[in-house]
Nanobody, 124 residues
């Protein structure tokens, strides 16, 4: 079993920045891709960013490309999401997830372990 715990969410003004962390325990995540998804009220969960097992490959949703950066530190069993130039439409609960494979995937069904989420609120 893998437990994923997100942290770093909060309230920020438009244009501000936040850095989310996802700490994994139970098993090493170094052999697996990791991803971030988000869900806004009344909307479906959507893909945000993903990173391959080594960190050499990344994928981003078009809506966050150029503003968000996903990274990982396998020695710390942790994944990060640096969010810059935040917009009100980025407001959502952000979830960290571990893929079943080692290559970055944009599809939620590819992920087998999920965290509980952290709230990000961007005020206008």
């Amino acid at each position: 079993q893998v437990q994923l715990v997100e942290s770093g969410g909060g309230l920020v003004q438009t244009g501000g920045s936040l850095r989310l962390s996802c700490a994994a325990s139970g098993r090493k995540i170094s052999s697996y891709a990791m991803g971030w998804f988000r869900q806004a009220p009344g909307k479906e969960r959507e893909f945000v960013a993903a990173i391959s097992y080594s960190g050499g490959g990344t994928k981003y949703a078009d809506s966050v490309k150029g503003r968000f950066t996903i990274s990982r530190d396998n020695a710390k069993n942790t994944v990060y999401l640096q969010m810059n130039s935040l917009k009100p439409e980025d407001t959502a609960v952000y979830y960290c997830a571990r893929d079943s494979d080692n290559l970055a995937s944009v599809t939620a069904s590819s992920y087998v372990y999920w965290g509980q989420g952290t709230q990000v609120t961007v005020s206008s």
